[in-house]
């Protein structure tokens, strides 16, 4: 069964003004496993999807919602990365190059093989205060969640526990959910991660984005080499649509994780994705 609470556990949540919606060009670097997601126009495409419209972006979306709503939500993102080690040299770097090209909103960063403490002052040089923060246990898991510090956003850790952090943000009445996510490596676990997750979308009204390493793949074409497992990906699949769950498209890149041997790539998987509602 999954943890709820961790003695690992370092919580910041701070509360400071914004705004919000979604929007997805969903970025990402396959050789880095990296997404960056722009949170504010998932629902326009959920919607150009259900409607089947042919009217512009943009006037459809202002058909839709109000403009005063729609203008502050349209540059908040997230930076998601299993970055395997958040102590190396050269994760770092990489790291200070997205920050300074996309300056994101909020950074979600996985598998970090350290304590937070050890790397607080390189985010406070680099801009970012944490909001939770899941230690790793041993050379396993870990999930940080950082805000950038001169966004004006209003956010709120809502749940979490040792593959998942979940929190809003909103602009007056409106409010969205993000949750971070790092499934585990182990099948077993990662079944129990899809009920917890379906569980806790009974308890979210209004848009849901999940962003992250998920350790599975949807189709057959999320994969190449090995053999597909189909009944996982049933189980991942069911999840999915119990929740109203859509996969998002990617821009750059196929596949995720990648397997060498002697130097030869042997497996590819796409991994890591978002997924949104479609309520």
């Not at 409607?51 to 943009?58: H, V």
């Not at 079944?191 to 992250?212: C, D, E, F, H, V």
Request: glycine content about 4%.
């Amino acid at each position: 069964m999954l943890n709820l609470t961790s003695s690992n556990t370092y919580t910041s949540s701070t509360l400071v003004n914004d705004k919000f919606f979604w929007h997805p060009p969903l970025m990402l670097q396959c050789k880095m496993i990296l997404m960056i997601v722009s949170l504010t126009m998932i629902l326009l495409r959920k919607l150009l999807i259900l409607e089947k419209r042919t009217c512009s972006p943009s006037s459809f979306l202002s058909s839709i919602v109000p403009h005063s709503l729609m203008e502050p939500l349209l540059y908040t993102t997230i930076l998601s990365w299993n970055i395997r080690g958040a102590n190396n040299s050269k994760p770092k770097r990489q790291l200070k190059d997205m920050i300074r090209k996309y300056k994101p909103s909020f950074l979600a960063i996985y598998e970090t093989l350290v304590p937070f403490l050890r790397l607080s002052t390189f985010w406070n040089n680099n801009g970012y205060n944490p909001q939770h923060i899941i230690e790793a246990n041993g050379h396993s898991g870990g999930i940080w969640l950082l805000k950038q510090s001169a966004k004006n956003t209003t956010s709120l850790i809502t749940d979490f526990n040792q593959y998942s952090i979940t929190f809003t943000v909103s602009l007056g009445d409106a409010t969205t959910t993000c949750t971070c996510v790092y499934a585990s490596p182990n099948a077993t676990m990662r079944t129990y991660l899809w009920t917890y997750l379906s569980k806790l979308n009974r308890t979210i009204a209004g848009p849901w984005m999940l962003i992250g390493d998920f350790n599975e793949t949807i189709i057959p074409s999320d994969q190449r080499g090995g053999i597909f497992n189909h009944t996982r990906e049933a189980l991942f699949s069911n999840f999915m649509a119990e929740c109203n769950l859509i996969d998002l498209a990617i821009v750059s890149g196929r596949f995720t994780w990648h397997r060498n041997h002697n130097g030869l790539c042997i497996i590819s998987k796409k991994l890591d994705r978002g997924i949104a509602n479609i309520n």
